[in-house]
Every structure is written in structure tokens, then in C-alpha cells.
């Protein structure tokens, strides 16, 4: 069957072998079961239509990262150990990786859907079917909670969800590559730890991390000191949310879906049973410190 595919198709590829997928520009490939064959089709060949119905009777690999020459530069820069990109601006940059459940969406779309949110030239670089980052020079960026809009509009538009780990601006001369490296890590920690969570970055992350790196005898400490949350699930949730929201009640209450006053109620039975005050700095950040530790595994 794919070698009627093949001569379908003048400039696919057709292999015995699993091909090495990075040494082919924009290249789709397809893997049939029954010969143990490969064919790599050049993506500008496929019609959207050709491509969905392709991805139905073969086993679909997409991992082509890159649809332009200075995208395959960033590519290599980022995870080759590659030149600094030439058209590189001396500004800094912002690499915000995203990650998305596979389904049936076209690449092409999800980029066009990006680049319609960001209204500004941003580079979209794939290192996996459907994970991938985005270069955004850090000049007027988008705020963390456009981020969420974003992940909304994905869901509504493609049906599934998808999460942003958003970096920290840095510079190219300041080892960008190294710093991206590590918050892949953070991203992959963050979203094994939090998975209701859509918006990533290391601020948020990082408290999650020390509740993990935590010595036990400062764990069995605070958990104890906090066994409340432990008993009461409920009261967890709610402090945990008042905490993320800046100890506003308005919006804690709405996102909880409750009145003013049953919150009220909460907080100041959580107040009365362990005397701490959650307007005070250090009680709230050694209270939310025990929420994590409580959600964990």
C-alpha cells in the first residue's frame, strides 16, 4: 500500500527502517504495521484533506520541527547546541512552551491560532507531535492571564486542552539555551504536579517543588502544625484558592461558586481553630506551603 503511496507522491521516501525523522525538512511520515515500512511525505504535498485521511489507516509521526530556515536556526540554537540564530535581535526573549493533547488538529491551525493571539511576529517551533515552544521577543508581552483566554479558545476551537509553561525573559548572550534546558524540566515537574493547572511558570511552580524537596523533619513539622486542612478537605480547597488570589474575597468566593459570607465563615474558622492570620505574610506562605504538601500523591 505505500509503495502505491509512493509513486503517488514523487518526492516522498520510502524506507524499511525507522528513518532518523530530524534529518528530513518538513517531512510527514507514515508507518505501516503490516510491512514494517516508512513513508515520508513532504508536508507541502498533503492537502489538508489528503493528511486526515492518511493519518486513518497509517500510524502517524509529525516530527519535523521547523517550516522555515530561521525557525530550524532557533531550533538548533535551543535544543542542538546550534549558532546563535543571525536575525536574532540583541533583546531579550521569551520562550513559552506549550504542551497539547493529541487529536485531530492540524499543525498548520494550531500556528495560525498562536499567531492570531499574539498579533506580533513570534516563531513556533515543534520538537514534538504536539509539544512545542514559542519564541516571543519580550517587547509589549502578553500578561500570564492571556495565557488562560488562550488555553480556552484552544479548547473550544481544536476540542482539547492545552497547557503554557511561560519563561523568563532572557537574552541570548545570557545562555538562553542553558536557561530553556532547565525550564523544560521545570514544565515537566509542573505538570505532573499540578494537573488541573494550564498556566505554568517558575514562580508558580517553584513553591510545588519545595513541598517536594522538603526535609522530612520540617514536613512532619508542618504537618502537623496544620493537620486541620488534613481533616477537613473542604476547608483546604478554600484556603488554598483565597491564598492564589491574593486574599480577595470577591473573587475567591466566585471561584468557588459560594457566597461572601459562607467564605467568611470558612476563614474564620480556620482562624479560630489554629490562631494563624492569613493577612500576615508568613503565616499565609507556611499555610499554603501545607495546602501543597496536602494535595500531594
Same mark, same amino acid.
Given at each position: ?18 528513518? &532518523? ?26 492537502? %489538508? ?8 489507516? @497509517? ?12 525557525? *530550524? ?5 535551543? @535544543? ?30 494550531? %500556528? ?14 515543534? #520538537? ?10 519580550? #517587547? ?6 492571556? !495565557?488562560?483566554?488562550?488555553? #480556552? ?5 481544536? @476540542?482539547?486542552?492545552?497547557? @503554557?509553561?511561560?519563561?523568563?525573559? &532572557? ?15 521545570? !514544565? ?14 517558575? %514562580? ?8 517536594? &524537596? ?30 492564589? &488570589? ?14 461572601? #459570607? ?14 494563624? *492570620? ?17 494535595? *500531594?500523591?
Amino acid at each position: 500500500m505505500l509503495k502505491k503511496l509512493h509513486d503517488k507522491y514523487p518526492g516522498s521516501i520510502l524506507m524499511e527502517a525507522k528513518p &532518523n525523522f530530524h534529518s528530513f525538512s518538513s517531512t510527514y511520515w507514515f508507518y505501516y504495521q503490516k510491512t514494517g515500512q516508512w513513508l515520508g511525505i513532504p508536508a507541502k504535498d498533503l492537502t %489538508e484533506d489528503s493528511l486526515k485521511i492518511l493519518k486513518t489507516l @497509517f500510524e502517524f509521526h509529525d516530527i519535523s520541527p521547523h517550516h522555515n530556515p530561521e525557525a *530550524q536556526t532557533w531550533f538548533d540554537f535551543l @535544543f542542538s547546541n546550534g549558532r546563535t540564530p543571525k536575525a536574532a535581535k540583541h533583546s531579550a526573549y521569551r520562550l513559552i512552551q506549550f504542551k497539547t493533547a493529541e487529536g485531530d488538529w492540524m499543525r498548520e491551525d494550531m %500556528e495560525d491560532a498562536f499567531k492570531a493571539f499574539f498579533e506580533k511576529d513570534i516563531i513556533i517551533l515543534w #520538537n514534538k507531535p504536539s509539544k512545542g515552544v514559542i519564541v516571543e521577543e519580550f #517587547n509589549d508581552p502578553l500578561a500570564d492571564m492571556e !495565557f488562560l483566554a488562550i488555553s #480556552n479558545a484552544l479548547e473550544s476551537d481544536f @476540542f482539547v486542552k492545552t497547557a @503554557f509553561y511561560i519563561g523568563c525573559p &532572557n537574552t541570548l548572550e545570557n545562555d538562553l539555551p542553558m536557561q530553556f534546558q532547565e525550564e523544560i524540566k521545570f !514544565f515537566q515537574h509542573a505538570y505532573t504536579m499540578l494537573p488541573s493547572e494550564r498556566i505554568f511558570s517558575f %514562580e508558580k511552580t517553584f513553591p510545588s517543588l519545595v513541598t517536594v &524537596n522538603l526535609d522530612p523533619f520540617l514536613k512532619r513539622n508542618l504537618l502537623s502544625r496544620l493537620s486541620l486542612l488534613k481533616d477537613d478537605p473542604e476547608l483546604l480547597i478554600t484556603i488554598k484558592i483565597f491564598l492564589q &488570589n491574593s486574599s480577595n474575597v470577591s473573587l475567591t468566593a466566585k471561584k468557588l461558586y459560594i457566597h461572601r #459570607n459562607t467564605l467568611q465563615y470558612r476563614l474564620d474558622k480556620f482562624t479560630k481553630k489554629t490562631g494563624l *492570620q492569613l493577612k500576615d505574610f508568613n503565616s499565609a506562605a507556611t499555610v499554603y506551603l501545607a495546602c501543597l504538601l496536602y494535595e *500531594q500523591p
